[in-house]
């Protein structure tokens, strides 16, 4: 079982899942199915893998045998490439990570209950005035970059995150054909959910924006606002009555999991050698994440450190978990020019 590259991943997913079970049956509260851009995450991973699927296949079939006869192509590429083992590979990191997340949300939603009235907020704002020198570093942003056209920007690039982590999580898992870097992508993001929801009951905050929503009220309305509102009216809602509330509650800063997912995402990137025009992408969209959560209060500087760290660390462990420790070392060797023989027997005097 160790050979297999999700035994570590399933493992994790029974474990928080377990956990999240626990926690509901104690608190007497629900356990709830966060909904994303395409509804509910037990439609949108499928369809999702689907649409993958359907990316992969269709164009080869249309390369093998042409529009007309796309028909046999598909049915030839499903016959040649498209074994039970490698569907089943796929769907076995679709359902850790639906597992890992769901669990997370629910966890997430449990914390103000569990944690009733424990907030560390003003000592992570006391710690940004002090790396900041005495100042507000979300207020050096709005000075530096203004309240307009920034906020526009940045908020497009924070929201995009939402789609972005099951479309990269679909084309790791169904578009590459060795098994191991999809295992190690779904387990990398399956433990940002553990570590974060961890790192969330370790030290609960709000966020600037949250606790300190007078330091934003200048920026203009953009999609990041309203999804700030509609975070404060769940969580009054939850707060207002856990049992009876269909909410799920989703504040909480400390750490970063847009970071986390966002560093996760650019170190796979460079530790399984993708194309240097998509890495310059991520981690121009990290820079883009990182000054979003400050510049909108979501988080504290300490916030998105941490989150970088649980990134790093995920996928770390994934590495190691799905056997894919080392990969970068032995690609470099790999590229490596071969020594000829006379440069590898010294020539005599």
Partial sequence: MRRWPYTFAVCLAVAVTGTAIGFSLYLG???????????PAYVRLPLLGLLFFAAGIVP????RSGVRRIGTGVREIVRDEWSLKR???IATGLITFYACYVSYRNLKSYLPVVREGVLFDKDLLDLDHFLMFGHNPADLLHQLL???????????????????????????????RDFSIGAWYATALGLNWVL???????????????????????????????????????????????WESEKIHG????????????????????RTGQKAI?????????????????????????????????????????????????????RRRKDLPEATDEAAVPTPA
């Avoid at 509260?29 to 509804?39: A, I, N, T, V, Y």
């Avoid at 969330?200 to 905050?205: A, E, G, H, I, K």
């Avoid at 606790?211 to 975070?231: C, G, K």
Wanted: aromatic share 14%.
């Fill in 87 to 89: 569907v089943a590979y």
């Fill in 29 to 39: 509260l629900p356990m709830k199915d966060p909904e994303g851009f395409l509804g």
């Fill in 278 to 330: 998509l890495r310059a992408i991520v981690w121009s969209f990290l820079v883009l994440t990182v000054t979003a959560t400050i510049y909108f209060g979501w988080h504290y500087i300490a916030d998105d450190i941490a989150g970088a760290f649980i990134g790093w660390l995920s996928v770390s462990i994934g590495a190691w978990a799905s056997g894919n420790q080392g990969r970068r070392r032995r």
């Fill in 146 to 176: 203004g309240t307009g056209i920034a906020a526009e920007i940045l908020a497009a690039a924070y929201v995009s995150y939402l789609p972005l982590v099951p479309i990269t999580l679909g084309a790791f898992l169904v578009l590459n």
């Fill in 196 to 242: 974060g929801v961890i790192s969330y009951y370790s030290l609960p905050t709000l966020g600037p924006a949250f606790a300190q929503p007078q330091t934003f009220w200048e920026l203009r309305d953009t999609s990041v606002t309203e999804l700030q509102q509609s975070l404060f009216r769940a969580r009054v809602d939850v707060l207002t009555d856990p």
């Fill in 60 to 63: 080869a079939a249309i390369k």
């Fill in 251 to 270: 504040v909480a800063g400390f750490a970063s999991l847009h970071v986390s997912v966002v560093v996760t995402a650019c170190l796979f990137m460079e």
